[in-house]
């Protein structure tokens, strides 16, 4: 198993910047394929950037193409999101994912096994 710690929530003014940090212990970090899923109020959980278990391959979701970055160290054991031009409508609860093992970076929620508690971005207008 593996447990997933999301950081660097806070609230910012649009057009403003973040970097989330999702910081993995348990298992080889190595080993897990990553996301990052966001949840607003009232909304189901969407994805947002995935990246596979070496880096090569990245999938950012369209709405925030060109603004985030998804990025991992993995001698850190650490995967990240650098969120640029920060809009209101990004506002939401940001989950960090792992999945086991795969070749790809997954865009779909059911393909990840373990998920952290989430980090609260909040962006003022």
């Known amino acids: 198993q593996v447990q997933l710690v999301e950081s660097g929530g806070e609230l910012v003014q649009a057009g403003g910047s973040l970097r989330l940090s999702c910081a993995a212990s348990?298992?080889?970090?190595?080993?897990?394929?990553m996301g990052w899923f966001r949840q607003a109020p009232g909304k189901e959980r969407g994805f947002v950037a995935a990246?596979?278990?070496?880096?090569?391959?990245?999938y950012h979701a369209d709405s925030v193409k060109g603004r985030f970055t998804i990025s991992r160290d993995n001698a850190k054991n650490t995967v990240y999101l650098q969120m640029n031009s920060l809009k209101p409508e990004d506002t939401a609860v940001y989950y960090c994912?792992?999945?086991?093992?795969?070749?790809?970076?997954?865009?779909?929620?059911?393909?990840?096994?373990?998920w952290g508690q989430g980090t609260q971005v909040t962006v003022s207008s």
């Open positions: 348990g298992r080889t970090f190595s080993n897990y394929a």
């Open positions: 994912a792992a999945r086991v093992g795969g070749s790809d970076a997954y865009t779909v929620a059911y393909e990840y096994d373990f």
């Open positions: 990246i596979s278990l070496s880096g090569s391959k990245t």
